[in-house]
């Protein structure tokens, strides 16, 4: 991946801190739940 990344965009979702670790640019996504309880 380090190789393709050098002639183009790669975008990976990883849950490995290993993975994550290589990357330059990181972005965080999360789910955010506004459930109301009754």
Do not use: P
Request: no cysteine; charged share 25%.
């Amino acid at each position: 991946m380090k190789y393709m990344s050098e002639n183009m965009q790669v975008i990976v979702i990883t849950h490995t801190a290993q993975v994550a670790s290589k990357g330059d640019f990181h972005f965080k996504v999360f789910k955010e739940n506004k459930m109301i309880k009754l």
